[in-house]
């Protein structure tokens, strides 16, 4: 044991996924506990993020070496408590209960023991072996608390390392207190928490009825103490279980007691109350934390939208200072060598190859791919205001605004997302929790100006309003807001008949971020992105640049320009030819698309030749409208795909797509014939 | 006002104001989310920020908690410290 303690542990992680034969650890926690930083910890880039079967619930898993042995270690959705109110609530005790992991360690934080604790009670409930990390021990101390771990562990029953996981504090000895009890040498013993005194003999007359019937590998006493709570998924099991004489005669038990849930719940918090007296000196009264402090500004309904309005703006003033010159860096020094590179090597090949290879490939995927610095270093900033916990303030004074769509706060920090890129923003609704709401923020989430947009009216606007195109961009977002702002009051009115779910968040302490949590995150979320351009996008061009190339070989005789001939009429209404009628449904593999077929079609004198092309053929207002179109337009491919991913549904993404073609389309016929009337 | 121990919503509390959580009007799964993050009968909350519209912010059990005006206006407290 004395080795243990002085041995560095290393972490090396290899990544062999469901090796069953493997110590099976499995991180437990509320959110706002480090629980990921600390995964992120042991299992560094070698982890593997899926979805739980089933779920769009996000599933991490990862193995990892201590001292030659490896242990797989999964790690739990964060919820509050573990009763059946969400999937992840579900998912978690299921995972406990039928997979039974060797250790259940459930990271707590010393800054906010009280209300952290309760999953613990919980987690004892299931008789899980269970080791307690007690984290944020620093931020505890920036806000005036101290916690004794050691009498809080003879408390709890449960062994308790105290640790920092942001700054690698305690991970060793954590991991050295999980090797002991695999090992057996420490013996799990906890003080579970009780039901109040009154509420005991309920509790035993209900283990009596439901004894012999309850299936494996569910605890008696456990069931017995969920249907207590009234726990829906607990009750619809035991109705199948038992015969109807016998749940009608539990019933009657259960109605007899609806004060019970609160009964069972205050005897934790009660247990709880015993373990905090005896390990906690609580701060003194009046004491004022940092946290307070800053909300006084951050949460205020006036100056935190100020603050608000200015963190995006720094955000985005950063992501295009420094990301625009090296996206235009990576095209002009990689990917345009490159393709010049490769037509040169395929000079000998057929000309169909070389232009599916050179113009397909390169010209589609490279384009797309040079957005990667502009979306990381968005995601940094995203990344880095989450870790610290400004998100939960964002979230808190966007509520009013989010009330005009029937949503609440939640719903604004995917949109904010939105703004980088719109995939993540949809797999970013995750965090709302009712159904309903999340599925309105999908449908109104690609009207959020995502940076591709932002590319093509980077590129269109100087063209054709020379010093006014900041005004004409910053119109065009305010436009996009404006309609998602409108569509989605009109939707839920409509399909969601102006239901509203429930606001309640925790605002988390503020905390120093830290790197390794923020370097995953963005790592993870660019990884995405490049798998996304590798794969989805790859086809898209591909047969984009087929339908190009098809049957003529020449593109202003393809199929794709028979097609936009084909709808020209409706072009037509937007002050578009058939040219910019094909930019724009080749813009659906990824948005900026539609300046690479501009090029195609305009560009054959060279240099900055396309530029002038445009301008002389295209009235403003037809630039304008274009613009517009391209804003509002379908969602690219990528978001319709994780639209559906999400969603898992074809009726919705389909409704996402029409209601955006008739947005987009409306749109422009209105703008244009508005623009020609004011003399554009 | 009356000083005292008076039955009032949660959303009626002014900023400083501690008070003691009595009863929710609420149904099941709010219900459970509400005790998940602390709040239960007798259990102790301190107003930290109600501007007299929109959410506010109310600190139960150690956590600061924002809840929506419309959910704090289900949370029947009693005034005062017990």
Known sequence: MSDCHSAPVKTTAQLVLRDVSLPLIALAGQPNMGKSTLFNLLTGLNQHVGNWPGKTVER??????????????????????????????????????????????????????????????????????????????????QEGVCVEPHVLEAALGLPVVPMVASRSEGVRELLCVVQEVLSGKRLIRPHSAEVSADHYEILQKIEELIAGYVPLPYPENWVALKLLEGDVEVARMMREALSPSAWEVVQVVLRAHDDAFMAVASGRYEWIGRMIRAAVTRPRIGQIGLTERVDRWAAHPFWG?????????LVFWLTFTLGTPLQGWLDGQIITPLAGFAADALAGAPFWLRGMLVDGMIGGVGSVLTFLPILVIFFAAFALLEDVGYMAR??????????LMGLHGKSFLPLFLGFGCNVPAIMGTRVIDSWPARLLTILIAPLVPCTARMAVVAFIAPVFFGVNAIWVSWGLVLFSLLVLVSSGALLN??????????????????????????????????????????????????????????????MNTSFLARFGQLIEPVGKLMGFDWRLTVALITSFPAKENAIATLGVFFGNSAGSGLADTLASTFSSASALSFLVVTMLFIPCMATVAVTKQETNSWRWTLLSVFMLLGFSVTGGIVVFHLARFLGL | M?????????????????????DFQAGCVFQNRLVSLGFTPGAQVNMAQNYGHGPLIVIVRGTRVALGRGEAAKIIVERGIQ
């Open chain 1, 305 to 313: 939208l100020v603050l608000l309005a200015g963190i995006l703006g």
């Open chain 1, 493 to 554: 009115r409509v399909i969601f008949k102006g239901q509203r779910s429930a606001f309640i968040m925790e605002m988390p302490l503020y905390h120093i971020p830290n790197a390794r949590t923020i370097g995953l995150l963005v790592w993870q979320r660019a990884l995405s992105f490049v798998k996304k351009a590798g794969t989805t996008i790859l086809a898209m061009s591909l047969l984009v640049w087929i339908l190009s190339f098809l049957p003529t070989g020449d």
């Open chain 1, 60 to 141: 991490r898993e990862g193995i990892f070496n201590v001292d030659g042995d490896e242990w797989r270690l999964v790690d739990l959705p964060g919820t509050y408590s573990l009763t059946a109110n969400s999937p992840e609530e579900v998912i978690a005790r299921e995972f406990i209960l039928r997979e039974q992991p060797a250790v259940v360690v459930a990271v707590v934080s010393a800054a906010n023991l009280e209300r952290s604790l309760y999953l613990v009670a919980e987690l004892a409930a299931l008789d899980a072996p269970v080791v307690v990390a007690l984290n944020m021990m620093d931020v505890a101390e």
């Open chain 1, 394 to 403: 964002a979230a808190y004074v966007m509520d009013n605004l989010m009330h």
């Open chain 2, 2 to 22: 009356v000083e005292g121990h008076q039955r009032i919503a949660m959303s009626e509390m002014a900023v400083g104001e501690e008070g003691t959580v009595l």
